[in-house]
């Protein structure tokens, strides 16, 4: 019995390692094809100020729908985009698109700011500033409302290539972002201010904020860290009104996740009159 049970547990395993390879084979045919003709779409996130609930920005989020897969995770295309080469065309095309939806809000009373999300091939790449910087100039995007965001293990060590590219990134007047932060492996010297702007506290040490003691230490940690090194926070994956208030205690004033709103559309952020703070519920009622 056991044996059969073992038996069947190794049929299974094989289909599984089988139906995910062949997933993956699919996505990385048709992806390319999806990001040249532009089939994918930016969805923007709003980050909330903490204290009086106006929007200080947005994160644009990468959605790709397939007639046959339906929508497709972003970590799973961004992975089979980076596989296949076409993430640089992702990245820019995401940049140009973003920048395009973002015109309404460049006139919003908060002033919010444009969050883009980039790979470590799109860093390694010599041209990358200049790639942008020419997006930006066709878009009427103004540099200072773009911020471009990096996760950590692109930092990893002090590759000279990476602070170079940065430090060029930043001469365009854009500022960067480090994603995710907390769960990669990094040295910290490029926390200095020369290098990024702003921390995003990865959601994984929001989850169980109001349980885990440990949790509350470590945000604490980035939070104090963060002021001495003049840097700006922004805390993910906020979900419930208590794990806000307790933020707000923390000294955390950028906040970011479904409590305040999903990813969607970027017109869907938008009313008659510009950005629509009457549709925009920041606090909702609990
Ligand atoms: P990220 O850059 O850290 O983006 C935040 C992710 O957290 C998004 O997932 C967002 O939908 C999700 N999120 C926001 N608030 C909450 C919350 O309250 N709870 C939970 N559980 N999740 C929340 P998404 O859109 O699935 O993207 C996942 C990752 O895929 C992104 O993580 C980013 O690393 C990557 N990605 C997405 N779009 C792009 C893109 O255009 N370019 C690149 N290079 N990567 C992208
Ligand atoms: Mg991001
Ligand atoms: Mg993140
Ligand atoms: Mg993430």
């Given at each position: 019995e056991a044996k059969r049970e073992r038996g069947n547990q190794v049929v299974r395993f094989d289909r599984d390692i089988h139906e995910r390879a062949l997933r993956q084979f699919r996505l990385e045919a048709w992806l390319p094809n999806a990001v040249a003709n532009g089939e994918i779409q930016v969805f923007f996130q709003p980050i909330v100020e903490n204290g009086n609930g106006s929007i200080a920005g947005f994160e644009a989020l990468a959605r790709w729908q397939h007639p046959e897969l339906g929508w497709v995770p972003p970590p799973e295309f961004i992975r089979a985009a980076i596989e296949t080469g076409c993430i640089r065309d992702l990245t820019l095309g995401m940049l140009r698109a973003a920048s395009r939806a973002f015109m309404p809000y460049l006139e919003a009373a908060s002033r919010p700011y444009l969050g883009v999300n980039v790979s470590v091939s799109d860093i390694n790449a010599e041209d990358f500033p200049e790639r942008v910087a020419a997006i930006l100039a066709e878009e009427g995007m103004p540099a200072e409302r773009l911020i471009l965001e990096v996760t950590e293990d692109m930092l990893l060590g002090d590759s000279g290539n990476v602070a170079q590219v940065l430090g060029r990134l930043r001469a365009l007047g854009l500022r960067i972002a480090i994603d995710d932060f907390g769960t990669g492996y990094s040295s910290m010297s490029y926390l200095s201010s020369f290098?990024?702007?702003?921390?995003?506290?990865?959601?994984?040490?929001?989850?169980?904020?109001?349980?885990?003691?440990?949790?509350?230490?470590?945000?604490?940690?980035?939070?104090?860290?963060?002021?001495?090194?003049?840097?700006?926070?922004?805390?993910?994956?906020?979900?419930?009104?208590?794990?806000?208030?307790?933020?707000?205690?923390?000294?955390?004033?950028?906040?970011?996740?479904?409590?305040?709103?999903?990813?969607?559309?970027?017109?869907?952020?938008?009313?008659?009159?510009?950005?629509?703070?009457?549709?925009?519920?920041?606090?909702?009622?609990?």
């Amino acid at each position: 019995e056991a044996k059969r049970e073992r038996g069947n547990q190794v049929v299974r395993f094989d289909r599984d390692i089988h139906e995910r390879a062949l997933r993956q084979f699919r996505l990385e045919a048709w992806l390319p094809n999806a990001v040249a003709n532009g089939e994918i779409q930016v969805f923007f996130q709003p980050i909330v100020e903490n204290g009086n609930g106006s929007i200080a920005g947005f994160e644009a989020l990468a959605r790709w729908q397939h007639p046959e897969l339906g929508w497709v995770p972003p970590p799973e295309f961004i992975r089979a985009a980076i596989e296949t080469g076409c993430i640089r065309d992702l990245t820019l095309g995401m940049l140009r698109a973003a920048s395009r939806a973002f015109m309404p809000y460049l006139e919003a009373a908060s002033r919010p700011y444009l969050g883009v999300n980039v790979s470590v091939s799109d860093i390694n790449a010599e041209d990358f500033p200049e790639r942008v910087a020419a997006i930006l100039a066709e878009e009427g995007m103004p540099a200072e409302r773009l911020i471009l965001e990096v996760t950590e293990d692109m930092l990893l060590g002090d590759s000279g290539n990476v602070a170079q590219v940065l430090g060029r990134l930043r001469a365009l007047g854009l500022r960067i972002a480090i994603d995710d932060f907390g769960t990669g492996y990094s040295s910290m010297s490029y926390l200095s201010s020369f290098m990024v702007n702003i921390i995003k506290i990865d959601q994984s040490f929001i989850r169980n904020l109001i349980d885990s003691s440990s949790d509350q230490k470590i945000v604490r940690a980035i939070v104090s860290m963060a002021a001495d090194l003049e840097l700006s926070v922004v805390t993910e994956g906020v979900e419930t009104p208590e794990q806000k208030e307790l933020l707000r205690q923390m000294g955390c004033r950028l906040l970011q996740g479904y409590l305040f709103g999903r990813p969607q559309p970027a017109h869907s952020w938008l009313g008659e009159k510009g950005l629509d703070l009457e549709a925009f519920q920041p606090f909702p009622a609990t």
